[in-house]
Antibody, heavy 118, light 110 residues
Framework: QVQLQESGPGLVRPSGTLSLNCAVS?????????WGWLRQPPGKGLEWIGT???????FYNPSLSSRVTISLDTSTNHFSLRLTSVTAADTAIYFC???????????WGHGTLVTVTS | DIVMTQSPLSLSVTPGQPASISCKSSQSLLQRDGKTALYWYLQKPGQSPQLLMVEVSNRFSGVSDRFSGSGSGTDFTLQISRVEAEDVGVYYC????????FGPGTKVEI
C-alpha cells in the first residue's frame, strides 16, 4: 500500500518560507497519479493547496497561488511544497496526498504541524 | 468557486442506530464524462482524513458496507446503517469538479 511521509521544519518565522517534503513509499510518483498538498489549521477544516501531475504541470488554490510552488523529484520519489511570505494564518497541519483519477486524495500522509511564529 | 455545505454540523449517535449526513454544493457536480465529482472522507481523532466514498456511491477499498452514499447534482447524503464506536470523527464531503473544496465537516460522536 502506498505510504506518504511529510518532513520539514515545525517552526517558520513570519515573512519567511515554509518548505516541506513528502516521501512516497511502495509506489512510483511517475506512475500516473497526481500528488498534492492540503492543510488544516488547528481545530478547523481542510483546505487544498495544490496538485502536481507526473508531467510536472501544476495547479494551485487561487487564494495561495502567488505564494505556492509544488515540485516533483522522481529520482528520489518525493515531492515538495514551498510557501513564501508566511503569516500566522499559515499555521496548520500540512498533509501530502496521492490523488486519484478524479483528483481526489486517496492516500494521505500523517501530517506535520507547521507553526508560524517569531 | 464551488461552495460545499453540510448538515448537521454535529451529530450525536447511538451505537447500532443509523446516521445520515447531508452535503450540498453551490453548483452541479455532474461532469461531462457522466461522473459526479463528490467524495466523502472521515477524519478520526488525531488522524489524517481517510477516503470513504468515491463519485457519490462507490466505497473505497476496505470501507465497511455499513457506509453508503447517494445523491446527484447538488444534493448528496452519506448514510451509516449501524453506527459503531470506531465511526466517531469528523466527516467531510469534497468536490473536485472545479479545483478541490471541502465542506465544513460534520462531527459525529457517540
Amino acid at each position: 500500500q502506498v505510504q506518504l511521509q511529510e518532513s520539514g521544519p515545525g517552526l517558520v518565522r513570519p515573512s519567511g518560507t515554509l518548505s516541506l517534503n513528502c516521501a512516497v513509499s511502495n509506489f512510483s510518483i511517475s506512475s500516473g497519479y497526481f500528488w498534492g498538498w492540503l492543510r488544516q489549521p488547528p481545530g478547523k477544516g481542510l483546505e487544498w493547496i495544490g496538485t502536481i501531475y507526473p508531467s510536472g504541470n501544476t495547479f494551485y488554490n487561487p487564494s495561495l497561488s502567488s505564494r505556492v510552488t509544488i515540485s516533483l523529484d522522481t529520482s528520489t520519489n518525493h515531492f515538495s511544497l514551498r510557501l513564501t511570505s508566511v503569516t500566522a494564518a499559515d499555521t496548520a497541519i500540512y498533509f501530502c496526498a496521492r490523488q486519484g483519477s478524479g483528483v481526489h486524495p486517496d492516500y494521505w500522509g500523517h501530517g506535520t504541524l507547521v507553526t508560524v511564529t517569531s | 468557486d464551488i461552495v460545499m455545505t453540510q448538515s448537521p454540523l454535529s451529530l450525536s449517535v447511538t451505537p447500532g442506530q443509523p446516521a445520515s449526513i447531508s452535503c450540498k454544493s453551490s453548483q452541479s457536480l455532474l461532469q461531462r464524462d457522466g461522473k459526479t465529482a463528490l467524495y466523502w472522507y472521515l477524519q478520526k481523532p488525531g488522524q489524517s482524513p481517510q477516503l470513504l466514498m468515491v463519485e457519490v456511491s462507490n466505497r473505497f477499498s476496505g470501507v465497511s458496507d455499513r457506509f453508503s452514499g447517494s445523491g446527484s447534482g447538488t444534493d448528496f447524503t452519506l448514510q451509516i446503517s449501524r453506527v459503531e464506536a470506531e465511526d466517531v470523527g469528523v466527516y467531510y464531503c469534497m468536490q473536485s469538479k472545479e479545483l478541490l473544496t471541502f465542506g465544513p465537516g460534520t462531527k459525529v460522536e457517540i
